[in-house]
């Protein structure tokens, strides 16, 4: 097991550089983005226009903690609060273009190194490979 973690831990390794490396000549940075602040906006990108309720469930925090990121992403012009015509009393959360941006880049890039990572591996591997990533993170 032992062995699988090194190799695991360097591909993931080589991944992060490659990334790194290639966003810093991205056209699209936001210098004063904390890892925190990258990880929530980041689900909330994921998630599209979600509510308070579905960000904070997703992100597994309570919805105070929540409220008080959102608050400062507002602040920052990371996030705007969009009011639901049908229901006033529900709010939609949604990304700045800035922000938007940045993941579309950021997930182009790695969607780049994914593909590079697969070239090494014949069409049997690849099916293989997605039958073990499934089951791996059926498990988790």
């Known amino acids: 097991m032992r ?38 906006l980041d689900i909330l990108y994921c998630l599209g226009e979600p509510t308070f ?12 903690a929540a409220t008080q990121i959102i608050k400062r992403f507002i ?18 959360l949604k990304i700045g273009e800035t922000v938007k941006q940045y993941f579309d880049e950021s997930y182009r890039l790695l969607d780049d190194i994914f593909e590079k990572c697969l070239s090494v591996l014949d069409k049997n591997e690849v099916k293989q490979l997605k039958h073990i990533f499934s089951k791996i993170d059926r498990g988790l």
């Not at 699988?4 to 004063?32: R, T, W």
């Not at 602040?75 to 939609?92: A, P």
């Open 3 to 40: 062995e699988i973690g090194q190799i695991f831990f360097g591909l993931y390794d080589k991944v992060m550089l490659l990334h790194k490396n290639n966003a810093k000549i991205s056209s699209v940075s936001i210098p004063e983005m904390t890892l925190n602040d990258e990880y929530y």
């Open 53 to 64: 309720t579905d960000f904070s469930e997703a992100a597994k925090i309570t919805k105070p």
């Open 75 to 92: 602040e920052k012009g990371y996030v705007q609060k969009i009011q639901l015509k049908e229901d006033r009393r529900v709010y939609h």
